[in-house]
């Protein structure tokens, strides 16, 4: 029986998890879970990659320790950020967050040399001020000309282990710098930010192998025999490949997250007028395929309001709470960038209320059901112009990822969306990570056959909106 474990790093934790298939269902467990989060140095707002990279031996210790002798793994993080190396292959620094203020009226900028439609029409992609085009544009000239490679988190952590430099596909469209047509670094962009595309690795595609994990951590940890196989390295796209959707097209997805992306998975981009009008991206997803998705601020800001609350809370008491209230009494627009990273979420939120003229939540459970109420409204309107852009009619709605264990939130995403929502897998990146790997080594056929698995392997709860 072939093992597989699948590293999957959020922005606020990560996790590695060992997959298994028995008798046409795929078995995971959670093996290691650690938290994630940036913190302030050299007047950034930086990641502790070092950190990261210990917690995944860690963890590989753990699964040795559980009789897992040898497994494949791949490697799943957020997107858009980079670590820039040297030419001996040692980092130049820790890599900076996209939630930094360096990029802040970066795109007015930038854009005043191209304008924001031409860098639509060439990139397809949304205009966020996160975007590694607007990073790099905002990076620091005397580090860029020592760095010899530019890696992004799930490759540089690849390279970390197995000693290969690659730029794994999902992840590189991200960053509002690959071309459509050519899938190439767009050379016009990378003058304009200051960059020869030759800074980057080849490119792999998910389901390339990168090799086994070198020698030399066998010094400092007990490891498992390791080969390290090229996933859709995004975890929104691994998320994507991990919907147990079983219909053709008329289904749409939400990863609930952090982050809160919503879109359909589409053979051709959309980069059209109305695409761009509405800001929708067109991300790479596994095998061919496009995620035409909108990005949203997500639960981010109710992560902001617990740690900016006074008191010790949990998840589960703020949406109780919230529920004892009246949806939709006070809304904010969820992704207006002043709640991208506000010195106080709580005040951030409060101060929209009185600019809007509506009631001021003040307590935990106001604050979380004005949150909630807001993504509802926000997926509504989304779903909506997905269906005016796309032509399909969306019928059902699979939300994965973490939010898709809130159930009032799931119920009035239901009611306001008029779609069927089917809630879960709550670990969908991880699960869209260990399919790629079985598809490449064969385990399983293809993406379909893996879907088909998901749908007989996890409990997904049916929410439909009421007549």
Known sequence: MKRYIAVDIGASSGRLVHGFLNEGKLITEEIHRFENGFQKADNHDRWNI???????????????????DEAYLGIDTWAVDYVMIREDGEKVADPVSYRDKRTNNKIEELTSHLEKEYIYEKTGIQFLELNTLYQLYAEDRELLKIA?????????????????????????????????????????????????????APFANPGKALGKVLDKWSDHYDLPAIEVISVASHDTASAVAGIPATSKDDWAYLSSGTWSLIGVESPVPVNTKAAYHHNFTNERGVYGTYRILKNIMGLWMVQEVRGAYLQDISFAEMARQADELDYFTSVVDVNDTRFTNPDDMIEEIQLACKETDQPVPETIGELTNCIYSSLAISYETELNNIEKITGKEIKHLHIVGGGSNLERLNEITAERTRTTVYAGPDESSAIGNLLVQMIAVEDIRDLQEGREILSRSFDIKEYKPKK
């Open 50 to 68: 070092d950190e990261l990279i210990r917690e995944i031996f860690v963890g590989l210790e753990k699964a040795k320790e559980k009789g897992i």
């Open 148 to 200: 010899d490679k530019i890696l992004f988190i799930p490759d540089y952590i690849g390279y970390v282990l197995t000693g290969e430099k690659t730029t794994e596909v999902t992840n590189a469209s991200t960053t509002q710098m690959l071309n459509l047509s050519s899938a190439l670094f767009d050379e016009e962009l990378m003058d304009l930010v200051g960059v020869s595309k030759d800074v980057f």
